[in-house]
């Protein structure tokens, strides 16, 4: 079946540095992506809505400049967390979105796990 | 605009008692439900969902769930607890068509031998 493909699973980075994190869809064309944020014991909150080919659509409260996103292609999208910071380590999950007959049909990366010292 | 409400941050069962975890949602349009599972350390695993058609759905691991669109619900619900079973599920619901979930807090079920 369809797999989307998030790496790294896991980062630990220090502060100020940048991190990107990457989101495959390995044998469908993802026309849209999303990035979505989980905290602690806390649902997912979604970030940012990446089409291909045009800019993300960010959602309220997110920082465009701070959460870099690209959807270069149909199989890829890229989250990077410009000068990272403490406040940022969290569990960050993307997915796609597979047009099919009378619906769509999505599917999740396995998240990646952020942690800035 | 819509919402999920799942009933319970935490729910502890015994093994072998049944599980019932509860959601809630609210939507304008006909929705599209959705079970998740996360187990520590790892990403979201569907474990059912609801589209269209027969309105009890079964899922992986024993577990279903029925629609139930006078009351709004769609609960969560296993014959038997395993203690593999103890996760955090999330509810969530989405328009038909390219729309992102939109996510219940989450419940935590605990397993007690």
């Known amino acids: 079946g369809a797999v989307v493909s998030q790496h790294p699973s896991r980062v630990i980075c220090k502060s100020g540095t940048s991190v990107k994190i990457e989101c495959r869809s390995l044998?469908?064309?993802?026309?849209?992506m999303f990035w979505y944020r989980q905290f602690p014991k806390q649902s997912l909150m979604l970030m940012a809505t990446s089409n291909e080919g045009s800019k993300a659509t960010y959602e309220q409260g997110v920082e465009k400049d701070k959460f870099l996103i690209n959807h270069a292609s149909l199989t890829l999208s890229t989250l990077t967390v410009t000068s990272a910071h403490p406040e940022d380590s969290s569990f960050y999950i993307c997915?796609?979105?597979?047009?099919?007959?009378?619906?769509?049909?999505?599917?999740f990366g396995s998240g990646t796990q952020l942690s800035v010292l | 605009a819509q919402s999920v409400t799942q009933l319970g941050s935490h729910v502890s069962v015994s093994e072998g008692a049944l599980v019932l975890l509860r959601c809630n949602y609210s939507?304008?349009?006909?929705?599209?439900l959705f079970w998740y599972v996360q187990y520590p350390n790892q990403g979201l695993q569907l474990l059912l969902k609801y589209t269209t058609g027969a309105t009890l759905v079964k899922g992986i691991n024993g577990f279903e769930a029925e629609f139930k669109k006078s009351e709004t619900s769609f609960h969560l619900t296993k014959p038997s607890a395993h203690m593999s079973d103890a996760a955090e599920y999330f509810c969530?619901?989405?328009?038909?068509?390219?729309?992102?979930?939109?996510f219940g807090k989450g419940t935590r079920l605990s397993v007690i031998a």
């Open positions: 044998d469908f064309q993802a026309t849209t």
């Open positions: 969530a619901v989405s328009d038909p068509g390219n729309t992102p979930l939109v």
């Open positions: 997915s796609a979105s597979q047009p099919l007959d009378g619906g769509e049909k999505l599917f």
């Open positions: 939507s304008s349009v006909p929705p599209y």
